[in-house]
């Protein structure tokens, strides 16, 4: 089993910065790939980036690239989304992801079906 707990959404102005946080629990941390997924009202939850259990490789969905970055620090259980630039169309529940089954290796990073474990979200705001 593993836990996944988001913070550090809030409502922010365009062109603003926020960092999420997402800690970890439950299993050891560095066995397992991250994701972070967003969700907007009447809109299905979408790939934002991926990191894989040491961080040695990332992926990004084309609208964030450049803008946002994804890291973790296996030491803190934790994995980070820092955003930058944002967007009115950045607006969503934000969600951490674990993979602890490879099922990337199968289904692709970017499927949300690839992911055994959710967090319960955190929301993010940008005003134009």
């Known amino acids: 089993q593993v836990q996944l707990v988001e913070s550090g959404g809030g409502l922010v102005q365009a062109g603003g910065s926020l960092r999420l946080s997402c800690a970890a629990s439950?299993?050891?941390?560095?066995?397992?790939?991250m994701a972070w997924f967003r969700q907007a009202p009447g809109k299905e939850r979408e790939f934002v980036t991926s990191?894989?259990?040491?961080?040695?490789?990332?992926y990004y969905a084309d609208s964030v690239k450049g803008r946002f970055t994804i890291s973790r620090d296996n030491a803190k259980n934790t994995v980070y989304l820092q955003m930058n630039s944002l967007k009115p169309e950045d607006t969503a529940g934000y969600y951490c992801?674990?993979?602890?089954?490879?099922?990337?290796?199968?289904?692709?990073?970017?499927?949300?079906?690839?992911?055994?474990?959710w967090g319960q979200g955190t929301q993010v705001t940008v005003s134009s």
């Open positions: 990191i894989s259990r040491i961080g040695s490789t990332t």
């Open positions: 439950g299993r050891t941390f560095s066995s397992y790939a």
């Open positions: 992801a674990a993979d602890t089954s490879s099922l990337r290796l199968r289904l692709g990073v970017r499927d949300v079906n690839a992911y055994d474990y």
